[in-house]
T-cell receptor, first 112, second 114 residues
Framework: DTAVSQTPKYLVTQMGNDKSIKCEQN?????MYWYKQDSKKFLKIMFS???????INETVPNRFSPKSPDKAHLNLHINSLELGDSAVYFC???????????FGPGTRLTVL | AQSVTQLGSHVSVSEGALVLLRCNYS??????LFWYVQYPNQGLQLLLK??????LVKGINGFEAEFKKSETSFHLTKPSAHMSDAAEYFC????????????FGQGTELSVKP
């Protein structure tokens, strides 16, 4: 009965590869997000989607492409991975834009 | 631009002692305010929130926070620390009309000594 789930939990890959992280929420929320947590634990928003529509793209390189096939899913695809992409990526969801956000367990991405 | 400052990247208390984690925000309009906790290798869990109404808000695990508009603060407290409280704590603000963008402080790591 996990509220916000992400797969995989760990992802280790080589520079230049393309990878995807999947996120699903079963809370019936309309809004989903991706956040990046760097090695200093600083959290910053990357994207937000409301009813499958992109609301925020926080100056993220266009190698990152979110895809929302339906309101319950928001996947993150990353092309041409770079060393600096190594981080923990968190998916979150909220009932609407101005409500509290619920976070997934995170995906630790390591680029070698 | 909105910002959140957490004073002290690391706080250490003894078990049973008062926990005080400080958070100040900058905003021209009082935003919604949150505290989240992150245990090692886990996601963020919502501790408590302030939206409108009563300025003293109670959360889970015995934590509470008080919104003070005049001081632009939202400090987190717990009367008696428990070993299980050891974790990273994040204060966050949700400004209006910014697409749901949560702005986080840099985090405070709480250690609890036996």
């Amino acid at each position: 009965d996990t509220a916000v789930s992400q797969t995989p939990k760990y992802l280790v890959t080589q520079m230049g590869n393309d990878k995807s992280i999947k996120c699903e929420q079963n809370l019936g929320h309309d809004t989903m997000y991706w956040y990046k947590q760097d090695s200093k634990k600083f959290l910053k928003i990357m994207f937000s989607y409301n009813n499958k529509e992109l609301i925020i793209n926080e100056t993220v390189p266009n190698r990152f492409s979110p895809k929302s096939p339906d309101k319950a899913h928001l996947n993150l695809h990353i092309n041409s991975l770079e060393l600096g992409d190594s981080a923990v990526y968190f998916c979150a969801s909220s009932q609407e834009l101005a409500k509290e956000q619920f976070f997934g367990p995170g995906t630790r991405l390591t680029v070698l | 631009a909105q910002s959140v400052t957490q004073l002290g990247s690391h706080v250490s208390v003894s078990e049973g002692a008062l926990v005080l984690l400080r958070c100040n925000y900058s905003s021209s309009v009082p935003p919604y305010l949150f505290w989240y906790v992150q245990y090692p290798n886990q996601g963020l869990q919502l501790l408590l929130k302030y939206t409108t109404g009563a300025t003293l808000v109670k959360g889970i695990n015995g934590f509470e926070a008080e919104f003070k508009k005049s001081e632009t603060s939202f400090h987190l407290t717990k009367p008696s620390a428990h070993m299980s409280d050891a974790a990273e704590y994040f204060c966050a603000v949700l400004p209006g009309n910014q697409g749901g963008k949560l702005i986080f402080g840099q985090g405070t790591e709480l250690s609890v000594k036996p």
